[in-house]
C-alpha cells in the first residue's frame, strides 16, 4: 500500500516549482491533493498535467493573504474529499532584493504577509479539519537563508527565519494533539524563483561554489523530504526544519 493512501493534502502555490513537485509526489504517495496559485490557468494547466499521470487532484485559485480564497481552499477541499490531513504552505514572494534595512517598509509588509501571516493563518484555519483526522500533519516551506540570511535577500530571510520559529512554537502548541508540524528548509534549488542565481555564469559558479556538493537541488528532492515528514516514518518527529542544501551549513 502507498504510504500516504487515503490522506488528503492541500499544498499551496502549487502549479509550478517545489509546490507543484510536493503535490505530484504527495499524489504518487497516495494522497488525494488540493493543488492552488493564484492563476486559474495555471492551476488548470497543473491539474491537466497531473490528471494525465492518473494522480487523484483537485485545484482552485488561491491567493494566500485572501481570507475568502483561504476559506474557499477549505470548504472546497472538504467538500470534495471529505476531509484534510496534510496541509503544506509553500507561497512565498520577494518582490525586491537588498539588505534588510534597505528594504522599503512596504515590500517588508508584503513579504511578511505572504511569506508568515498567510502560513500562520492557513494552519490556523486548517486547525478544525486537521483535528477531525488523526496524525494530522503541517509542513511550512523556509529557507536556508532563514537561517543564514543571504545578502541580497535580507528581508525575504527573516520572514523565513519566522517560519522556523512558527513551525517550532505551534509543534509544541499541537504535540499533545497528536498533529505535527515540520518545516523544509530549501538550499538553491532550480527553479524560477532562483533564477537569478543560477541564469548566468558567473551567478552560477558564485552559487555552487557555496555548494558542498556542487550542484543545485532539485524540486523533487526537496518533495521526497516532504512525503517523509507528512508520512507515518516520520510519526515521532515535530518541532524540526529539514536542511536540504546539498551540505551549505545552516545554524541559527
Ligand atoms: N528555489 C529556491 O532556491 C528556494 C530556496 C529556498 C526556499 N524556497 C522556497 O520554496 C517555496 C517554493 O518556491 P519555488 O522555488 O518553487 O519558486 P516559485 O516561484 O515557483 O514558488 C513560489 C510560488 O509562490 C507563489 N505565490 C507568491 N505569492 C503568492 C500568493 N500571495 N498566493 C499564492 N501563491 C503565491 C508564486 O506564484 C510561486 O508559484 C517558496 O516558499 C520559496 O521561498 C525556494
Known amino acids: 500500500m502507498k504510504r500516504l493512501a487515503g490522506k488528503v493534502a492541500v499544498v499551496t502555490a502549487s502549479t509550478d516549482g ?4 510536493i503535490a505530484k509526489r504527495l499524489a504518487e504517495d497516495g494522497a488525494a491533493v488540493v493543488i492552488s496559485s493564484r492563476k486559474q490557468k495555471n492551476v488548470d494547466n497543473a491539474l491537466a498535467e497531473l490528471r ?9 485559485k488561491c491567493h494566500v493573504s485572501e481570507a475568502q480564497d483561504r476559506k474557499q481552499l ?3 477541499t472538504i467538500s470534495k474529499y471529505g476531509k484534510l490531513n496534510i496541509l503544506v504552505s ?18 517588508w509588509d508584503k513579504i511578511f504577509d505572504v511569506n508568515v501571516k498567510s ?6 484555519e486548517a486547525l478544525p479539519y486537521l483535528r477531525r483526522e488523526k496524525g494530522s500533519s503541517i509542513v511550512f516551506v523556509s529557507s536556508i537563508a532563514g537561517y543564514d540570511a ?4 535580507g528581508a525575504y530571510s527573516v520572514s523565513k527565519t519566522a517560519l522556523i520559529g512558527l513551525t517550532k512554537a505551534a509543534a509544541k502548541d499541537l504535540a499533545p494533539e497528536g498533529i505535527r508540524v515540520n518545516c523544509l528548509a530549501p538550499g538553491i534549488i532550480r527553479t524560477k524563483f532562483s ?5 548566468n555564469e558567473a551567478a552560477n559558479e558564485a552559487a555552487l561554489s557555496k555548494i558542498p556538493m556542487g550542484r543545485l537541488g532539485t524540486s523533487e528532492e526537496m518533495a521526497g523530504v516532504v512525503s517523509f515528514l507528512v508520512s507515518e516514518d516520520a510519526g515521532y518527529i515535530t518541532g524540526e526544519s529539514i536542511v536540504a542544501s546539498g551540505g551549505m551549513s545552516a545554524r541559527l
Not at 517545489?18 to 513537485?21: H, L, R
Not at 509553500?90 to 515590500?107: H, I, Q, R, S
Open 90 to 107: 509553500n507561497a512565498a514572494t520577494n518582490p525586491a532584493v537588498g539588505g534588510v534595512l534597505e528594504c522599503d517598509e512596504k515590500v
Open 119 to 124: 502560513s500562520y493563518l492557513l494552519a490556523k
Open 74 to 76: 477549505f470548504e472546497e
Open 150 to 153: 543571504f545578502e541580497l535577500l
Open 52 to 60: 494525465k499521470l492518473n494522480l487523484n487532484v483537485h485545484g482552485l
Open 195 to 199: 533564477k537569478a542565481l543560477y541564469e
Open 18 to 21: 517545489i509546490g507543484f513537485a
